[in-house]
């Protein structure tokens, strides 16, 4: 069940949601809750990013991941002759 919430906006932004939701025929609402899922998708995208840009940043630092990295690497063609 939908709870009620209150919040403020500024006047551009009120009218933004307005005009879109005039545009749309879809609720306020709908679109301030579509546009929190976006964002909460694009906050999960960023610190997923951080993470992998962290472990490889780690890999990087292990002399022995670099040789079998490489080793690995040097086998990428094997077999596509």
Do not use: F
């Not at 909460?40 to 990087?60: F, M, P, Q």
């Amino acid at each position: 069940m939908a709870k009620p919430h209150t919040l403020r906006l500024d006047d551009k932004v009120a009218s933004l949601l307005e005009e879109l939701s005039k545009k749309t025929k879809i609720p306020q609402s709908s679109i301030i809750e579509r546009a929190l899922l976006l964002y909460k998708e694009e906050v999960e995208k960023e610190e997923l990013l951080k993470n992998l840009i962290s472990s490889a940043e780690e890999l990087s630092k292990d002399e022995e991941n670099l040789k079998e990295i490489k080793e690995l690497e040097s086998t990428i063609g094997d077999g596509l002759d």
